[in-house]
């Protein structure tokens, strides 16, 4: 899988759950995740042609999405298992094209390397 594709994931997978968290709650904070992901999607094409500056952007948008933490330890003090689903998905996807990301940085360092 490509740092784009895993940013797209993580963009529609924050709008969706965002939003279901929204309309379970109508907090305007549960609306934060849907900004973020609505920021990675409009940025998907830049880091799927390989724009660097465009992609480390992104990065920095997605360790935005790590906030959540914050929200996380309070649905879990109040016992809020539905918040608590919805937080951990959010995460584990931001984990997951973070993953990419470096990953893909990386193999950009060691192509740049070899040339």
Do not use: C, Q
């Not at 609505?38 to 660097?52: D, E, M, P, Q």
């Not at 906030?67 to 997951?96: F, W």
Request: proline share 2%.
């Amino acid at each position: 899988m490509n740092a784009h594709i895993a940013s797209l994931v993580n963009g529609i997978i924050l709008v969706i759950i965002g939003l279901w968290g929204y309309f379970e709650s109508s907090s305007a904070t549960s609306l934060i995740p849907v900004g973020i992901g609505a920021a990675l999607l409009l940025l998907n094409k830049g880091v799927k042609n390989s724009n660097k500056v465009i992609a480390h952007i992104a990065v920095l948008i997605t360790l935005l999405s790590f906030a959540n933490i914050m929200p996380l330890r309070s649905a879990l003090s109040d016992g809020r298992s539905e918040a608590v689903l919805r937080i951990i998905i959010m995460l584990s996807s931001s984990v997951y094209a973070m993953v990419f990301f470096i990953k893909s940085f990386i193999d950009a360092r060691k192509k740049i390397k070899t040339s």
